[in-house]
C-alpha cells in the first residue's frame, strides 16, 4: 500500500510538472468560436495574449497550468468588433451636452441651460437631437437661441451629424450671410433671414471657428470613450474619418499602456490625410491599423440630404445632392487603387450609392480582393444591387438604422423605393458576408442593440409587432459573424481576430445570458459579464 501511495504521488507530480504553462485557462463554458463552421468548445487556453488552444474542459485543464476562469456555464464570444462608428468624436462628444433623446426643442434650451450654468465659459456645443422624435417635426429655427445666448456661440449638431444648428453669435464669427451658396451644402434662409440650420459641407463654416481640443482633452476623450465601448463588449473599433494627427495620439496612448482598445483608423478624405499616408505608408501595429480613406458621397435621410434617383416623397422639390463634384470620386478612386489603399464611401441615397458603385466598378474591374466598402448602403435601387456582387464591394451597414428610421422612412421614400432600404439580407447576398457596425455616437454604442435590430427587427418596445422589412433580417449566426470575424475580414484582420482559434489575439466577451439561444425580444437587455483584450480583462460587471 505504502509503494502504491508512492507511485501515486510521484505520478501527480510528474503530470503537474509536465503541464504546459499558459497565462489563462476559460473553461465550463459554452464557447463559440465563429471559426468557419461557426463550433462551439468548452475551453480555450491563452498565452502571451493569444489563444494557445481550443478544445474541451478535461483536455485543456489536463494539459496546462496558470490563472483559471470558470465561466459557470455561460457563454462565451469572440471581442465584438464595431464596423463604423467614430470613437474619437464620440469620447468628445461625452464631454459637451448630450441632446439624444429630447422629445422638443424646448428640453433642449433645458439642457444648454443648465449646462452654461456649470460651464460658463466659451463655445457651447451639443449633438445628438433629433426633429424625427419631435411632436412638431420640422427644423427648428435659432430665435430663441439668440435670446438666450447673444454673446455666447451655440453649435448643436443632428444625430446624424449632417445637419446643424447655430446662433447668430456662431453664424457672426464664420461670416455666414443669408443666400450664401455651398457646394454640397445648404444654409437655410427663409425671408432673407438665417434660421441657423446648416446641412452638410455648410456645417464646416462654422465647425472650422471652434477651438481645437488640447491634449489633456483629446487623451480624456479616448480613455473615456474606450471605458464605456469596453463595458458593452467591443474590443476593436472602426474609427470612420479621423484626421492624421489623432493617429500619432493613438499610436502613442496605445505604446504607453493607457489606449487599450483596438482601433482600425480610417482617414478623412482630404489633402492633407492623403499626403501623409501616401507618404508614410499603411501604419500597422497589433492595436492599430490605418490602410484606408473615409469619403462621403451625400449626407443623410434625415436631414433630406441623401442623393436620390428621384424627388422625397414628402419634399417633391428636393433630391438630395453629392457633397463633392462626380469627378473627385473617380479621381481619388484611381489614386487610392494605385497605392493599394481601401475606399470606403458614406453612401445613404439610391443616387449615392449608383455613382459610387459604377466608379468603384470602373476601377476594381471585376472580382478582386480590394474590400471597398459602401458604408451603410441605406437605399438601393433594385437594379443595382449586383454591383456589390460584380466587384466585391463590401456592404457595412449599421441595423439600428432600420429600426431608428422605419417610423418616418416610408414618408421620406414612398412605398416602392422603401423595399430596398436597410435590405441587409439581399446585401448580404451579393458577397456572402456583411459588415456590421453601429455608427455610434449617431447610435448607441451597444453592440447588442445592433444584434437585435439585426434579427429581430423591431424596437424595444416589440414595434411592429410583424417587424420592419423582416425580409432583411440577418439570422443570429449570421448577425454574430457580421459583428465579430466578417468585420474583422472588413478590415483585413480575420487572420488575427474576429474568432477564438488557435494563434489568435485573445479578445472575447463573458456574457450573462446565450444570444443563440435567449428569448429574442430582450436580445437588446443582454449584458457582458467580462470584456478581455489581449487576455487582459479590461470589464468586470
Request: aromatic share 10%; hydrophobic share 40%; with cysteine.
Amino acid at each position: 500500500m505504502r509503494n502504491y501511495l508512492l507511485l501515486l504521488s510521484v505520478y501527480f507530480l510528474y503530470a503537474c510538472n509536465s503541464q504546459q504553462k499558459a497565462d489563462l485557462i476559460v473553461h465550463n463554458a459554452k464557447v463559440y468560436t465563429v471559426d468557419e463552421k461557426f463550433s462551439v468548445a468548452e475551453a480555450f487556453a491563452v498565452k502571451d495574449g493569444k489563444i494557445l488552444e481550443v478544445g474541451t474542459s478535461a483536455d485543456l485543464l489536463g494539459k496546462y497550468s496558470g490563472e483559471k476562469i470558470d465561466a459557470g456555464g455561460k457563454a462565451v464570444y469572440p471581442g465584438f468588433i464595431d464596423g463604423h462608428s467614430h470613437f474619437y468624436s464620440y469620447g468628445e462628444g461625452l464631454q459637451n451636452v448630450d441632446l439624444t433623446g429630447t422629445k422638443s426643442w424646448e428640453e433642449i434650451l433645458g439642457r444648454l441651460l443648465a449646462f452654461s450654468k456649470e460651464n460658463s465659459q466659451g463655445w457651447i456645443v451639443g449633438n445628438g437631437w433629433d426633429q424625427n422624435d419631435w411632436e412638431v417635426k420640422d427644423f427648428p429655427d435659432n430665435q430663441k437661441l439668440n435670446e438666450l445666448f447673444p454673446d455666447r456661440p451655440v453649435m448643436l449638431s443632428r444625430v446624424d451629424g449632417h445637419a446643424s444648428i447655430a446662433n447668430k453669435a456662431a453664424l457672426d464669427l464664420a461670416g455666414v450671410k443669408p443666400g450664401q451658396v455651398v457646394s454640397g451644402g445648404e444654409v437655410e434662409t427663409i425671408d432673407g433671414k438665417l434660421t441657423g440650420i446648416l446641412v452638410d459641407n455648410a456645417e464646416r463654416l462654422v465647425y472650422s471657428k471652434i477651438p481645437d481640443s488640447g491634449k489633456e482633452q483629446i487623451e480624456k476623450a479616448l480613455l473615456d470613450a474606450q471605458k464605456n465601448c469596453f463595458a458593452v463588449g467591443l474590443t476593436t473599433v472602426t474609427d470612420c474619418g479621423i484626421g492624421h494627427q489623432l493617429v500619432g495620439t493613438l499610436e502613442q496612448m496605445q505604446k504607453d499602456g493607457k489606449l487599450k482598445m483596438r482601433v482600425y483608423g480610417m482617414l478623412s478624405d482630404n489633402k492633407a490625410n492623403i499626403d501623409y499616408l501616401f507618404k508614410r505608408g499603411a501604419v500597422k501595429t497589433d492595436r492599430l491599423n490605418v490602410r484606408s480613406f473615409k469619403v462621403f458621397a451625400d449626407g443623410a435621410l434625415g436631414s433630406r440630404g441623401a442623393c436620390l434617383l428621384e424627388p422625397y416623397s414628402d419634399k417633391p422639390s428636393s433630391s438630395g445632392f453629392l457633397l463633392r463634384d462626380k469627378q473627385h470620386y473617380t479621381e481619388l478612386a484611381q489614386q487610392l487603387a494605385s497605392k493599394g489603399f481601401q475606399m470606403n464611401t458614406h453612401a445613404i441615397g439610391d443616387s449615392a450609392n449608383r455613382e459610387i458603385l459604377n466608379v468603384y466598378a470602373k476601377v476594381l474591374k471585376g472580382k478582386n480582393d480590394q474590400r471597398w466598402r459602401i458604408e451603410h448602403a441605406q437605399v438601393i435601387n433594385k437594379a443595382d444591387f449586383r454591383l456589390f456582387g460584380e466587384n466585391n464591394v463590401i456592404p457595412s451597414v449599421q441595423s439600428t438604422h432600420a429600426t431608428s428610421d422605419m417610423y418616418w422612412a416610408g414618408e421620406r421614400l414612398g412605398p416602392e423605393r422603401v423595399k430596398g432600404a436597410y435590405a441587409f439580407k439581399q446585401l448580404l447576398d451579393q458577397n456572402g458576408w456583411i459588415v456590421l457596425g453601429t455608427d455610434f455616437p449617431v447610435e448607441n454604442i451597444n453592440p447588442m442593440y445592433t444584434f437585435y435590430a439585426a434579427v429581430v427587427r423591431k424596437d424595444m418596445k416589440g414595434y411592429p409587432a410583424e417587424g420592419y422589412q423582416v425580409e432583411n433580417a440577418l439570422s443570429r449566426e449570421e448577425a454574430i459573424r457580421g459583428m465579430t470575424i466578417w468585420a474583422a475580414k472588413g478590415n483585413f484582420e480575420e487572420k488575427e481576430k474576429g474568432s477564438i482559434e488557435k494563434g489568435k489575439f485573445a479578445d472575447f466577451v463573458i456574457l450573462e445570458q446565450d444570444i443563440m439561444h435567449a428569448d429574442g425580444s430582450s436580445l437588446f437587455d443582454v449584458k457582458v459579464l467580462k470584456t478581455f483584450v489581449n487576455g487582459e480583462n479590461v470589464y468586470s460587471r
